[in-house]
Structures are given as C-alpha cells and as structure tokens.
C-alpha cells in the first residue's frame, strides 16, 4: 500500500519562501497525478494545483497565480509545492494526496501533511 | 462552484445515527466525494460519485444525492467516527472545491 510522507513542519518568515516535499513510499507516482491541498486555522480545505508527474504537466489555482510552483522527481517519487512571497495568512497544514485511477477527481491516498507556520 | 455543507456542529451520542449535508452552487452531477479528517492523521476518502464506498469503508458510511443535493449518513456512530468531514466536487475544476466542514462531536 502506497502511503505518502511529508516533513512534519516548517518555519518561515514573511516573505520569504518554503519548499514541501511529498515522497511516495511503497510504491510510486507513475501515471498517477498528485496535487496540494492545504488546511488554514478555522478554515476549509483549499485547492492549490495538481502535477501529472510523468509528463510534469501542472494546473494551479488561480488564487496562488505567480507564488506557487510544483515539481516532480519522477525517478525518486517525489513530488515538491513550493510557495512563495509567504504571508501570515499562509500559515496552514499543507497535505500532497494522490488522484485515484478509477475516478481521476478524488483524492485517495494522502500525506499526513506539513505545517507551516509563517512569523516573524 | 461553492460547496456549502450543514450543519457547521453535529452533537450526536455514539450508537445513534448521523446525517450530514452539502449543497452545491450550481450542478454537479454525482461528481462528489466524502472526506474525514482527525488530528494528526492523514485525511481519509470514503465517499466518491456520490454513493461508492472506497476501498475498506465499512457499511455504516452511506452518501447520496446527485445535482447540488447530497448527504453523508452514518447510521450507527462509533467513537471513532468522530471528527471533521468535508464535501468535494470534481465535476468542474479547476479547482476542485470543498465545503467549510462538519464536525461531528460527542
């Protein structure tokens, strides 16, 4: 059973960057897309993009145009967010989950997500 | 597409029956999957088109609905079925959208 994992947590301060990984384990990413998903305090679940790592094919939520990247290592099976110009209102659980084959649009298999705190 | 799930708060005492619910914007067919998250763990899918149980989902978790009305009912609560869920559609993205979330609490 494939299970992804991610960093516990990060650090950062205002306007600076963060790079999360989400590494497959127990299997890999081939033909499967694999998007981020993010959870702020108090919030809903949020969107941010989706990566096809066998052709590095991205889609991004229009609310992170210009401040959010993914990427994929498809011979190591993983895949990496990487945001930008952080803000204090970034500060959330950022999760990677796994699309499920049968049913492109759901998310069947997710990390236990990355915190990332933005202070000064 | 706005998903808006009620209610925010579910009190319900274990071994009675839960009924949890999200509307859609505007139509999404039966393009709908169920979430639970608890803290610490990753999130777990258990609901998708609407009415399929994923994988290992036990009988008690049933979803139905199609168009903009859907529902999460689980039919005899057991203590681990407390936690957050969340409604997501996939039939219009980008994005996919989710609700806010209800928490079903003891």
């Known amino acids: 059973q494939v299970q992804l994992v991610q960093p516990g947590a990060e650090v950062k301060k205002p306007g600076s960057s963060v790079k999360v990984s989400c590494r497959a384990s127990?299997?890999?990413?081939?033909?499967?897309?694999v998007s981020w998903v993010r959870r702020a305090p108090g919030q809903g679940l949020e969107w941010m993009g989706r990566i096809r790592p066998v052709f590095g094919k991205t889609t991004s939520s229009q609310n992170f145009q210009g401040r959010f990247t993914i990427i994929a290592d498809e011979s190591a099976s993983i895949v990496y967010m990487d945001l930008s110009n952080l803000r204090s209102e970034d500060t959330a659980l950022y999760y990677c989950?796994?699309?499920?084959?049968?049913?492109?649009?759901?998310?069947?298999?997710w990390g236990q997500g990355t915190m990332v705190t933005v202070s000064s | 597409i706005v998903m808006t799930q009620s209610p925010a708060t579910l009190s319900v005492s274990p071994g009675e029956r839960a009924t949890l619910s999200c509307r859609a914007s505007q139509s999404i067919s039966s393009n709908l999957a169920w979430y639970q998250l608890k803290p610490g763990q990753a999130p777990r899918l258990l609901i998708y088109g609407a009415s399929t149980r994923a994988t290992g989902i036990p009988a008690r978790f049933s979803g139905s609905g199609s168009g903009t009305e859907f529902s999460l009912t689980i039919s005899s609560l057991q203590s681990e079925d407390f936690a957050v869920y969340y409604c997501q559609q996939y039939n219009n993205w980008p994005p996919y959208s989710f609700g806010q979330g209800t928490k079903l609490e003891i």
């Open positions: 127990g299997g890999t990413f081939s033909n499967f897309t």
């Open positions: 989950a796994r699309h499920g084959r049968s049913e492109p649009g759901i998310f069947d298999i």
